[in-house]
């Protein structure tokens, strides 16, 4: 059944709050939680203003390690702990946000961009308009018509112009240039002696990373060997990159119908 009128905003909880608390100057513990959850709930009265959904959804992450620390156990391992006062914080948030109006969900062994990404593709796909409300560029690979992105932050949405810009690659390579290059920020490795301008550069020449990876023989030398070499690494890294979508939700799209509880 096709949809129509139907504008579902996905909120990335997690990229949001993290945002939002890193920039709070309060040193006593107690001011800072307080004026984190008082700054996302007035970021989020902005978002739902200016944006104006039918729908919302504010995705979290679970508990516990998901299904790329299965695959790849040092995902992650090089990230600082999260502070303290966060476990309240998301905790808070997260009944918080509920009651006002808006479906706060985490689902076990899922990240919250897995979460949003099932949910943005299956709405797309019954006609939804969709935004996802996130700094984060690893969610530029779902942009698509009826899919887009908005950083909140900077007032500016995040599209494929600008991820070719900031990378040089296609949003629907940009997993493949990081399975190259690497990404830090994930602990995941790249291929060694493959920086940005040399992954940008193949991707000109090749479609995809397979591609690639396929042709290290013709493309030779130092670069076409170290592909060789680490090919099983390159293609694990990118499937943990892939964002999932296929993620049982648990709710029809009507389940996430935002009413601005001040109106009922």
């Given amino acids: 059944m096709q949809l129509s009128g139907i504008r ?20 006593d513990k107690n001011q800072i939680i307080e004026q984190t959850i008082t700054s996302t709930h007035q970021s989020l009265a902005r978002a739902l203003k200016q944006h104006t959904p039918t729908h919302a959804l504010c995705a979290f992450e679970c508990e516990g390690p998901t299904w790329r620390h299965e695959l790849f156990p040092d995902y992650k391992k090089d990230r600082p702990a999260m502070p303290e006062e966060l476990t309240e914080i998301f905790a808070r948030l997260q009944k918080e946000i509920r009651e006002n ?22 709405a797309a796909a019954q006609g939804a308009d969709v935004t996802i409300l996130s700094t984060d560029t690893g969610q530029a690979q779902l942009l698509r ?15 494929e112009e600008s991820i070719q810009q900031r ?7 940009l997993n493949d240039y990081l399975a ?6 994930h602990s995941l490795p790249g291929v060694p002696g493959i920086g940005a301008k040399t992954a940008a550069r193949l991707l000109e020449s090749y479609s995809g990373l397979d591609e690639i990876l396929n042709a290290a ?10 592909l060789t070499e ?35």
């Fill in 8 to 27: 579902f905003l996905l909120i990335d909880g997690p990229n949001l709050i993290r945002r939002i608390h890193a920039a709070i100057p309060a040193e």
């Fill in 101 to 122: 109006g808006i479906v706060a969900i985490h689902i076990a062994a899922m990240e919250a961009d897995d979460v949003i990404a099932s949910a943005a593709v299956k």
């Fill in 145 to 159: 018509p009826g899919i887009r992105q908005y950083n909140h932050f900077k007032q500016e949405p995040i599209t």
């Fill in 167 to 173: 990378f040089s690659v296609k949003a629907t390579q």
């Fill in 180 to 185: 190259m290059v690497g990404d830090k920020s």
């Fill in 217 to 226: 023989e013709e493309i030779g030398g130092r670069t076409g060997n170290s």
């Fill in 230 to 264: 680490n090919r099983d690494t390159a293609r694990l890294v990118k499937k943990l990159l892939a964002l999932r979508t296929d993620v049982s939700l648990g709710h029809s799209l009507r389940s996430f119908r935002y009413v601005d509880p001040q109106l009922q």
